[in-house]
């Protein structure tokens, strides 16, 4: 027993010299441990297959030592991409499972159109996608993305808008599909869409066409 333990000691007083005298750079030329395999999943055949393609740098590469620098500049200059994740598979696989981002609407940029993602980002709009709202204005995204979280937080029925307007002076319009105008102020976003909400939800909103809430303590409704 007490051999056992002695040679057990041994092996990793041996393991621990072994770590500590080798550098990564000579770690990383070790021939085991070497990158023979690429897995993509979460897009379509096409997308995953141009992933892959540029993730070949990394065959033939250490395992342990990839470049996650040059993986997140290429994952991120993706637009379709909402997230990703690494996953290694010893001894010699990588995966990465990506996650698509959501199309919240659509919108026409220089006269071409775009869908509008929740990662932030325009995607080309290789086909028609119907059930999305379509965004209207000269808008900055990090503007309508926070509309959209607001939207959200007070679970408005995102499914049930048709159309977005943008305006120079920094507001928006939401025209749902029932033909409802609902006007919001460039302040007091929050309070405003609680409000709206409270309204859509009452009987003043049959025969509802305008909801004008841009002016402060004051609500305006065209019937």
């Given at each position: ?42 897009l379509n055949e ?19 030592f990839i470049n ?156």
């Amino acid at each position: 027993m007490q051999q056992l333990i002695s040679k057990k000691l041994f092996i990793y007083f041996f393991l621990f010299i072994f770590l500590v005298t080798i550098n990564n750079k000579n770690l990383s030329k070790l021939n085991f441990y070497r990158i023979n395999d690429i897995n993509v999943f979460g897009l379509n055949e096409e997308e995953n297959l141009k992933i892959l393609n540029n993730l070949k740098f990394l065959q033939n590469n250490n395992i342990f030592f990839i470049n996650k620098k040059k993986i997140s500049d290429l994952m991120n200059s993706n637009n379709l991409i909402e997230r990703y994740s690494i996953i290694k598979k010893y001894p010699s696989t990588i995966e990465l499972r990506v996650t698509e981002t959501n199309y919240l609407a659509s919108v026409n940029k220089e006269g071409k159109k775009f869908f509008f993602g929740s990662n932030g980002k325009l995607i080309d709009a290789k086909y028609d996608k119907k059930e999305i709202p379509i965004i209207y204005g000269n808008f900055k995204n990090s503007e309508f993305l926070e509309l959209k979280k607001i939207l959200d937080i007070f679970k408005f029925d995102f499914e049930n808008i048709n159309n977005f307007f943008y305006f120079p002076s920094g507001r928006w319009d939401i025209e749902m599909k029932s033909g409802i105008l609902i006007k919001l102020p460039r302040e007091r976003l929050k309070e405003s869409i609680e409000l709206s909400l409270d309204i859509l939800k009452s009987e003043k909103s049959d025969n509802l066409k305008i909801l004008d809430l841009r002016q402060n303590n004051l609500i305006i409704i065209n019937e």
